[in-house]
Every structure is written in C-alpha cells, then in structure tokens.
T-cell receptor, first 110, second 113 residues
Framework: AQSVTQLGSHVSVSEGALVLLRCNYS??????LFWYVQYPNQGLQLLLK??????LVKGINGFEAEFKKSETSFHLTKPSAHMSDAAEYFC????????FGQGTELSVKP | EAQVTQNPRYLITVTGKKLTVTCSQN?????MSWYRQDPGLGLRQIYY???????DKGDVPEGYKVSRKEKRNFPLILESPSPNQTSLYFC????????????FGQGTRLTVV
C-alpha cells in the first residue's frame, strides 16, 4: 500500500533562507506524487506534481521538488523563503485515492 | 471562475442533531471526495464518488453519509453527530482519478458539543 511520511511537523526558517520540507514515500509501483499548500483559513492548493516526465519538478511560487527513486524521497525546496510562504504543506501520493502525509507547518521569521 | 464551494464555513451544533454540509463544483469533474483534517493526522478520506450515483467509503466513513444525485453536488450528511466528529472538513473534485489536480473547497469547521 502506498503511503507518505513527512519529516518534521514544524519547520522554521528566516526570510531569505533555503526552505527544505522532507517527504518520503512508499509505493510498490511508480508513484504519482504531489505537494499541496494550505494557507490559513483556506483549502489546499496544488504546488506541483510528479508525472515521471522529469525528476526535477517546478511548481508555483518558486518551489520545486526532486524525485529520487533510490531514496524514495520527494523533498520540496525553495531557494529563498518569503514571509508569504508561511503555511502548512502536505505531501501526497495517489494510491487509488490521494493519501496525505501528516503535514509540515512552515513559519518564516523576518 | 473554477471553484469548489462548501457551505457553511463554520458550524457549531449539538450532539445528535442531523446536519448537512453542501459541496458544489463548476468544473464538470467526475471525481469528488470528502476529507477530514485533524492535527497530526493530515487529511483522511471519508467518502468518494467516481460519478453520479456511484459512491464508496474512504478510510473513515463511520458516522457519515453522502449522495451524488447530480454531477456538480456532493453533500456530506451527519445523521447523528458526535463530539469526535469535531473537525475541519474539505470537499475536493478532480477531472478523473490518478495523476490529476484535485481542487479543494475552503473548508467547513464543525464543532459538535
């Protein structure tokens, strides 16, 4: 059965610093992987998705994620954090339905 | 504007009083689902529907009902709400299953006292 694990329920970075949110997946077949973002009091919004066309996936708002099969990882990165990036981030895998990780809350310090 | 609309956004109710949370999408999507979000647990699927009149249980269906009489609407019904159903609920729709983007509603924060 497919599953995802997000390492770290809270991550805090300074504005301008690198953002790294970790996600490891478990899947017996080539996975469909997603990152969603949830801003306060809003629904989830797709940041990016892995389609197997390229291992480095670029998303909205300067985020990208790299699919590493050998490490079963799909970590989300952004070179320079902005205050507006403060939100909760969810990694998800398609396994007959969207299966979400526990979420990582990102806070950005001025 | 493409969107998924949930109502109400906030609801406080008493144990045992039946309630319905409505969900409507304007994108002609076939696949719709309901999730509940609880701290530390992420989102868990309650029910889903692959098309009109086709619904099935997700991971946590106990205490909930759904119906899909029209393609655009997918209401969530709590026949006899209990305090353990206090949660944040999201409706989502997508064109089809698999590697397609899911569009989420704004959420419904339900408190059962």
């Amino acid at each position: 059965a497919q599953s995802v694990t997000q390492l770290g329920s809270h991550v805090s970075v300074s504005e301008g610093a690198l953002v790294l949110l970790r996600c490891n997946y478990s899947s017996s077949v080539p996975p469909y992987l997603f990152w969603y973002v949830q801003y306060p009091n809003q629904g989830l919004q797709l940041l990016l998705k892995y389609t197997s066309a390229a291992t480095l996936v670029k998303g909205i708002n300067g985020f990208e994620a790299e699919f590493k099969k050998s490490e079963t990882s799909f970590h989300l990165t952004k070179p320079s954090a902005h205050m507006s990036d403060a939100a909760e981030y969810f990694c998800a895998v398609w396994g007959g339905k969207l299966i979400f990780g526990q979420g990582t809350e990102l806070s950005v310090k001025p | 504007e493409a969107q998924v609309t949930q109502n109400p956004r906030y609801l406080i109710t008493v144990t045992g009083k039946k309630l319905t949370v409505t969900c409507s999408q304007n994108m002609n999507h076939e696949y719709m689902s309901w999730y509940r979000q609880d701290p530390g647990l992420g989102l868990r699927q309650i029910y889903y529907s692959m098309n009109v009149e086709v619904t099935d249980k997700g991971d946590v269906p106990e205490g909930y009902k759904v119906s899909r009489k029209e393609k655009r609407n997918f209401p969530l019904i709590l026949e006899s709400p209990s305090p353990n159903q206090t949660s944040l609920y999201f409706c989502a729709s997508s064109l089809q299953q698999g590697n397609t983007e899911a569009f989420f509603g704004q959420g419904t924060r339900l408190t059962v006292v």
